[in-house]
């Protein structure tokens, strides 16, 4: 049986416009202060992609952290819909 001691993913979502850089500042109070010593994340955002990578002690830590990104961008993503 293989233990893993470490592990990580990146996420790349692809837009048009500004909404990397919104997605970035959004939620970048979240990768500086993080509620947990498991994980870690770092955003980064150009003209067309946003990206989202998380660096986790343990998979259990990568599939909270995972998750919980998804789902800010997915929450901000439906209030610029409704705004608009």
């Known amino acids: 049986m293989r233990?893993?001691?470490s592990a990580e993913a990146k996420v790349r979502i692809g837009?048009?416009?500004?909404?990397?850089?919104?997605?970035e500042r959004s939620l970048l109070p979240e990768a500086e202060r993080p509620t947990s010593e498991r994980s870690s994340v770092s955003l980064a955002s150009n003209v067309e992609v946003f990206?989202?990578?998380?660096?986790?002690?343990?998979?259990?830590?990568?599939r909270a952290a995972f998750n919980s990104y998804l789902r800010w961008v997915s929450s901000i993503l439906d209030v610029i819909d409704t705004v608009r």
């Open 51 to 62: 990206e989202i990578l998380i660096e986790a002690s343990d998979v259990i830590a990568l």
């Open 15 to 23: 837009f048009i416009g500004s909404l990397p850089e919104l997605l």
């Open 3 to 5: 233990i893993i001691r």
